[in-house]
């Protein structure tokens, strides 16, 4: 079952939530796109993962991500653990939650089929 480490909507917008697989995913939503990255559980990890680990998904026009947000949005079912206000970061939270490695995350992020 993941787990959601964090959320921060106060100093930007971002969350990490622990996979299955133990790896850890950060999601970070800006005015200039959506990115997220993996990196390994640990203290190391995440204080550098989000600046070196492996990008997932880099969307850097905001209002596609807008679009797939709304495509996570109508796939995937909410979860009540995730209570962000920021409604992309939100359907990414739920779209990474339901997914059980860094692969299957850029497998669903990256579907071209989410945003017909």
């Not at 070196?52 to 991500?65: H, S």
């Amino acid at each position: 079952m993941p787990r959601l480490l964090y959320i921060n909507e106060r100093f930007g917008h971002d969350a990490t939530i622990i996979l299955d697989s133990g790896e850890a995913c950060w999601i970070s939503v800006g005015k200039k796109g959506v990115l997220v990255r993996s990196h390994k559980h640990s203290f190391w990890g995440g204080l550098l993962g989000s600046l070196v680990g492996p990008k997932l998904y880099e969307e850097r026009d905001i209002y596609r991500a807008l679009s797939l947000a709304q495509a996570l949005t109508a796939t995937f079912r909410p979860v009540p653990q995730i209570g962000c206000k920021d409604v992309i970061l939100k359907a990414f939270c739920t779209a990474v939650w339901y997914c059980s490695s860094p692969e299957r995350v850029t497998d669903v992020l990256n579907e071209p089929a989410l945003l017909q």
